[in-house]
């Protein structure tokens, strides 16, 4: 245990500061996000998740941010930089499609509960994929040459 | 490193809280319209397939469990049917899956979209409804109507027995086994036939308990609601309940 509580405190002490604000905690599986907010009762429950899938549509944009500053910085030809933003929109745009089909998906297989239980599996999936996604966007920029 | 999720963090949380309920005579509010409502539904179908008389604590912990006392939906929503974009209610209120056999004759017509979204009382009978129709297994049956009276009809050219049976108000299955020798229709050939329709009927009813209410009201939203629901029955039983003027 003493062990481990100093390797957490190497952890946070021993990097430099640049690391921990690039590496945000990894993005938590629907499930593990409904065992999450199983703290409240169905009500709370419900409002729970609402908060967690509006966080990760803040997170999603801020990525989508973050790709977008670093494409227009990139140290490459514009040619390859115009390519690359049309290719950006184009992936962004199915993303959403897939995502709000899948949680549809993933809604349905609540079968004919209430709708509590059927918003709880929608909101958990697209904070879950909004959170994945935000987590590839920032991945797929960060070692770009910047100009 | 993978992080694991807090499996049980949620659930041990929530079981804090309500482990405080017990003794709070707030989280006894509803016992009286509970039980009052679950008796309503316990008289009107009883003798319906093998029906088991529903134990209104069940409906005491479900309550429990969807909103709690200290929820602001205690006092609106108590059973959470109803909510933004649910299906559940508008399916037990359209009747035409078989929550117009649920539902008692004197709650039809009461009980209403605008109601069960805002009076706790209506909130109480709809999700009880609602748990029921989920409980309840349907069928269509060919089912006689009150006029008894045996009726014939000559078959015409080009009829059938189901041309036939819309044609006099009657089933293909009431002509079939009026006249079991007509399996060939002739024209001029006289069929008896009795007024019936196929009407939705319950034909069976599921054992209830705590997992089947969390498989069947909340289809598995809270991977924990069956725990959960074990747990608020087991305080709920040894708790006092309110007195209430039968």
Not at chain 2, 182 to 192: D, F, S
Request: aromatic residues 8%.
């Amino acid at each position: 245990m003493r062990t481990m509580k100093l390797i957490g405190f190497c952890l946070a002490a021993c990097f430099p500061v640049s690391v921990l604000a690039a590496s945000t905690a990894p993005a938590l599986g629907e499930r593990a996000l409904r065992e999450e907010c199983s703290a409240f009762s169905q009500a709370g429950m419900r409002d729970c998740l609402a908060k967690k899938a509006e966080s990760s549509r803040e997170a999603l944009r801020q990525a989508e941010e973050k790709v977008a500053s670093a494409l227009s910085k990139w140290a490459e030809d514009q040619k390859y930089i115009n390519q690359a933003q049309l290719k950006f929109a184009a992936s962004n745009k199915d993303f959403a499609q897939y995502r709000d089909a899948q949680c549809a998906f993933a809604s349905s297989l609540g079968g004919g509960a209430i709708g509590n239980a059927l918003d709880m599996r929608r909101l958990a999936c697209v904070s879950e994929l909004n959170q994945r996604r935000a987590e590839q966007l920032r991945d797929a920029v960060a070692d770009l040459p910047l100009k | 490193m993978a992080v694991q999720a807090p499996s049980k963090a949620g659930f041990d949380k929530w079981q804090d809280g309500i482990n405080k309920a017990v003794g709070d005579s707030k989280w006894n509010a509803w016992d009286c319209e509970i039980q009052m409502a679950v008796n309503e539904y316990n008289r009107h179908l009883s003798g319906t397939a093998g029906y088991m008389p529903l134990d209104w604590q069940f409906i005491k912990a479900m309550i429990w469990v969807e909103s709690g006392a200290n929820n602001s939906q205690w006092n609106i929503k108590p059973m959470q049917i109803g909510v933004p974009g649910d299906p559940g209610m508008t399916s037990l209120l359209s009747g035409n899956e078989g929550g117009d056999l649920i539902v008692p004759p004197d709650w039809k017509g009461r009980l209403t979209a605008g109601s069960v979204r805002t009076i706790p009382a209506h909130n109480i009978r709809a999700g009880i409804g609602y748990l029921l129709m989920r409980m309840a297994n349907f069928e269509y049956r060919s089912t006689l109507d009150a006029d008894a009276k045996v009726y014939e009809v000559a078959v015409k050219p080009g009829d059938s027995l189901d041309r036939i049976a819309k044609a006099q108000g009657s089933t293909v299955d009431t002509l079939k086994k009026l006249n079991p020798t007509a399996a060939v229709l002739r024209p001029g050939q006289v069929l008896k036939y009795q007024k019936a329709s196929v009407q939705r009927v319950i034909t069976s009813w599921w054992h209830i308990s705590t997992s089947l209410i969390a498989q069947r009201y909340n289809g598995g939203g809270d991977p924990n609601y069956a725990k959960k629901l074990d747990h608020a029955l087991s305080l709920v039983r040894k708790g006092k309940a309110a007195l209430c003027a039968q």
